[in-house]
C-alpha cells in the first residue's frame, strides 16, 4: 500500500508496473487457452493484491480485453514499420502474410493469443485484419487483385493466416520461412494474381524483424 509521503510519481511508477503485471498474466492465461481462470489466479500469477486487481480493472473479461488489445495493436505497429517502404500494395499485402508467418516463431507467446483469439481476430478492428482489408481493397483498385466480395476473401485469408499459425504451432519442425511463403503464394493466386508474379512477390527480401525497435508486448 502506498505511504502517505509517496511522490505521485513513484506512485504512478507502481501502479503503472501492477497493470502491467495483471495483463502479462493475462496474455500468459489467454496464450494457455485458459480463459475461464478465476480473478484470485490471476492475480497470483501476477503477484499483486486481489484489491489491486479492482484498482485498475472491473472484471477479468475487461482485463482479457485490453490484454488482446495490446498483443494486436503491438502486432500491427510492428507491421507498419516493417511495411512502410513499399508502395504496391499487393506486395504490402504480401509482406505483411509473410512477415506475419515468420512471427508465429519469432514471438510465440504473442502469437498464441493472437491464435487463441480464434474467429474475433479476423473480425477485429485492431492488428493484422483492418491492414489486410486496406491493403486488398488498395490492390484491387490499382488492378493488382481481383475481388468481386471483399468479405469472403477476407474470411479466406484470415483462415489461412490462422490456419499457418496453427500448423507452425503443431510442427515445430517446420521451415517456418518457406511454409509461410508458401502459403502467402496460395493466398495471393486466390486474389487472381497470376503464378508467376505471385511467385516473384513471395521471393523479395524482407526487413529484418530484429532491426525494429518496438517496445515488446506484456506477453
Not at 502479462?24 to 489467454?30: G, K, L, N, S
Not at 498483443?71 to 500494395?89: I, Q, R
Not at 490492390?139 to 490456419?163: H, S
Not at 511463403?181 to 503464378?195: A, Y
Request: proline share 5%; with cysteine; glycine share 6%.
Amino acid at each position: 500500500m502506498a505511504q502517505p509521503d509517496e511522490p505521485p510519481n513513484r506512485l504512478a511508477r507502481r501502479k503503472q508496473k501492477t497493470r502491467a503485471a495483471l495483463i502479462r498474466a493475462a496474455q500468459f492465461f489467454i496464450a494457455e487457452g485458459k480463459l475461464n481462470v478465476p480473478v484470485l489466479e490471476i492475480t497470483q500469477a501476477a503477484d499483486v493484491g486481489m484489491g489491486s486487481f479492482y484498482n485498475h480493472f472491473t472484471s477479468k473479461e475487461e482485463l482479457f480485453e485490453v490484454a488482446l488489445t495490446e498483443v494486436l495493436d503491438l502486432h500491427g505497429a510492428l507491421l507498419d514499420e516493417l511495411t512502410k517502404s513499399s508502395e504496391d500494395p499487393a506486395e504490402t499485402f504480401a509482406r505483411s502474410f509473410r512477415l506475419t508467418g515468420r512471427l508465429f516463431r519469432h514471438r510465440p507467446q504473442e502469437s498464441r493469443v493472437l491464435l487463441s483469439s480464434g474467429l474475433s481476430l479476423l473480425s477485429s478492428d485492431r492488428g493484422v485484419a483492418p491492414r489486410a482489408r486496406r491493403d486488398i481493397a488498395a490492390a484491387v483498385a490499382a488492378g493488382r487483385f481481383q475481388v468481386d466480395d471483399l468479405g469472403v476473401v477476407m474470411a479466406v485469408v484470415g483462415g489461412a493466416l490462422l490456419g499457418l499459425g496453427q500448423l507452425l504451432r503443431d510442427e515445430p519442425d517446420r521451415d517456418v520461412a518457406a511454409t509461410a511463403d508458401k502459403v502467402t503464394e496460395h493466398v495471393l493466386k486466390v486474389l487472381g494474381m497470376p503464378s508467376d508474379e505471385a511467385r516473384r512477390i513471395c521471393r523479395l527480401p524482407l526487413p529484418e524483424i530484429d532491426s525494429v525497435g518496438l517496445p515488446d508486448s506484456a506477453a
